[in-house]
């Protein structure tokens, strides 16, 4: 597989992954995140 | 209009049904093999500046829209649309979205129970020592297929273990959903989208780490070679109108927009809850599961065993059914039979998380207008499936199954987008729209969205919209200045087979219902758009009664 585009792939497949994960754990920090979602804000 | 008591158990059940909706099958098998037939790396670009420019501003609107209608006693979009104008057409272009999903789970629901068939078939290990054409043969003796679409009667389908699987299936969905929103809809999403996400990483990391497989005379025969032709970065890409129009649809179908699901989905979420962060959480991980488990599984393994050549002329949806159990079967009985059932089974959970929300809008409106309970509108859901669906099964080869797919999966989404863009940002307007959007949010959305919004996504999708409806042959910008110039100069259109009129319109075809007294396949085609057209108009009638409805209680409560 050439270099470059092994780069390429790498760097993309990393952002979305990083990205997907950081939005997710702000979910679970985030009021109503992991539990209920009985009480509104 | 009935009170709901419907809503969301939690915030991350709610996030993994939104996931769960966007995630089907088409993340495994239409992304890659539109990659594949658009350039390969070439169209990863027009791919993600689409989901940054319409992707991502469709779904905080649709959220926001959801949201909006919710708190005021709304759950499908017609009367979540007729909320955000005075206008009492609103309500009616809003028929889209219940409109779309009923004729998309018709065919659905189909492909669906193919993949749970084809889990069992797994882990009976059914597949074991079959040849390619015997594991070809297999799906069409299963699917009762011939294999060519043609004007004889001999293509009638009926398969009967299909149809059970079909009924199965069917009868599966309508459960869950009697069970209600937090009850079936959140708890399948809680079980299915993480062992979705399991079953996707073991593939993708022995599709990556196949490497080359030895197979004699085929000097592509690499995994590698398949994620190098998907992902090389070719900029030229950017100035063909063809690959663009495949990027955006691609984000259409993927991002599960233009459906009225993730409307309905947000119409229960609380009038203060974020929508921001959800939106993107949802949709981020639905690009997840597209460009590093989607991208990463068909293709590498096919190439790995058949060839670049070969994976360039045959990559299609059916690969799926017809070569994958042959490829894994290169791995021995265990880790084929693994790889079978996670390979199906991911399928199974990307396509019945996707068809519970495509039944929540019908069932959402009935049980807000006519009062009905959950068991009674998932009943009546169900008949109605299964009456769309039967053509579709029969008629698989006399083209009902891609009409259905053509009409409601690619031409509905994108006149519903288009209209509810323009609502959302000009007639209930752009002020009132980002406040909507930003309540409650937990991210800081970033303020040139405004300016995305109003503008750039409203042209971006109308663009789409307009080059469908009369893109011309071939599609690529050297055509659009011939068509141009052949327009100026002969006063006539090269239309592309695939564009919305001449499809409408049957142009470049002869118009024969009937061949030596057998109907033909246009005869069926143009039967299943008669079916499509009164479900629309039987679901505007309906709309029609809750409207008349809502405005005598209306004068009641007054009085």
């Given at each position: 597989m050439n270099t470059e585009t092994l780069i390429f792939m790498v760097a993309v497949q990393s952002v979305v992954t990083i990205i997907t994960i950081y939005l997710f754990v702000k979910v679970l920090k985030a009021p109503g995140g992991s539990g209920d979602n009985g009480e509104e804000k | 209009m009935a009170q709901s008591n419907e809503g969301w158990g939690s915030r991350v059940g709610l996030i993994l049904a939104m996931a769960g909706n966007a995630v089907g099958l088409g993340n495994f098998l239409r992304f890659p093999v539109q990659a594949i037939q658009n350039g390969g790396g070439a169209f990863i670009i027009p791919y993600f500046v689409s989901f940054l420019l319409m992707g991502i501003?469709?779904?905080?609107?649709?959220?926001?829209?959801?949201?909006?209608?919710?708190?005021?006693?709304?759950?499908?979009?017609?009367?979540i649309l007729s909320s955000m104008s005075k206008k009492r057409l609103w309500k009616y272009v809003g028929v889209f979205g219940i409109f779309t999903n009923l004729g998309i789970l018709a065919y659905y629901t189909y492909i669906e129970s193919w993949t749970l068939t084809y889990t069992l078939k797994s882990l009976a290990q059914s597949f074991t020592g079959m040849s390619r054409g015997q594991v070809s043969a297999m799906f069409d003796s299963y699917a009762g297929v011939h294999g060519t679409m043609t004007d004889a009667l001999v293509n009638i389908n009926v398969p009967g273990?299909?149809?059970?699987?079909?009924?199965?299936?069917?009868?599966?969905?309508?459960?869950?959903?009697?069970?209600?929103l937090s009850g079936g809809v959140e708890k399948v999403a809680k079980i299915a989208m993480p062992l979705l996400i399991v079953f996707g990483v073991f593939l993708a990391i022995r599709a990556v780490t196949l490497g080359s497989t030895g197979i004699a005379g085929c000097s592509t025969c690499n995994s590698s070679a398949g994620l190098d032709f998907l992902w090389k970065p070719k900029l030229n890409s950017l100035s063909n109108p063809k690959v663009w129009l495949a990027a955006a649809g691609q984000i259409f179908f993927t991002l599960s927009v233009g459906m009225g699901t993730i409307h309905c989905y947000a119409a229960y979420v609380k009038k203060n809850d974020d929508i921001a962060l959800n939106a993107m959480s949802a949709g981020w991980m639905n690009e997840f599961v597209e460009i590093v488990l989607g991208a990463s599984i068909v293709i590498p393994i096919a190439v790995g065993y058949m060839g670049l050549d070969w994976v360039k002329d045959n990559a299609g949806f059916m690969m799926a059914f017809k070569t994958m159990p042959f490829l894994f079967n290169q791995w021995g009985a265990v880790l084929a039979t693994l790889s079978g059932v996670a390979w199906f089974g991911l399928l199974f959970f990307a396509g019945i998380t996707s068809s519970l929300a495509m039944g929540t809008p019908f069932m959402g409106f009935v049980e807000d207008e006519f009062g009905w309970g959950r068991i009674k509108s998932a009943v009546i859901?169900?008949?109605?499936?299964?009456?769309?669906?039967?053509?579709?099964?029969?008629?698989?080869?006399?083209?009902?199954?891609?009409?259905?797919?053509?009409?409601?999966?690619?031409?509905?989404?994108?006149?519903?987008?288009?209209?509810?863009?323009?609502?959302?940002?000009?007639?209930?307007?752009?002020?009132?729209?980002?406040?909507?959007?930003?309540?409650?949010?937990?991210?800081?959305v970033p303020d040139f969205y405004k300016f995305i919004i109003k503008w750039v996504t409203p042209v971006f999708i109308l663009t789409i919209f307009f080059t469908s409806l009369v893109k011309p042959l071939h599609g690529e910008m050297s055509d659009w200045q011939l068509a141009f110039h052949q327009l100026f100069t002969r006063g006539s259109w090269p239309w592309a087979n695939d564009s919305i009129i001449a499809q409408a319109l049957h142009l470049n075809q002869k118009w024969i219902w009937f061949k030596t007294g057998h109907p033909t396949v246009m005869f069926y085609k143009d039967m299943s758009r008669l079916l499509l057209t009164l479900t629309f108009v039987g679901l505007a009638v309906l709309v029609h009664i809750a409207a008349k409805k809502r405005r005598k209680t209306a004068k009641i409560t007054k009085l």
């Open positions: - | 501003p469709l779904l905080w609107v649709e959220w926001a829209m959801g949201r909006f209608g919710g708190i005021r006693g709304n759950h499908s979009t017609p009367f273990w299909a149809i059970v699987a079909f009924l199965v299936t069917l009868v599966l969905n309508i459960w869950i959903l009697s069970k209600g859901l169900g008949v109605i499936i299964l009456v769309l669906a039967l053509p579709t099964i029969f008629f698989f080869e006399m083209g009902v199954f891609s009409e259905y797919d053509y009409w409601t999966g690619t031409v509905s989404l994108v006149i519903f987008a288009s209209a509810e863009i323009i609502l959302f940002s000009w007639v209930f307007g752009m002020d009132k729209g980002w406040k909507e959007i930003t309540r409650g949010s937990d991210i800081r």
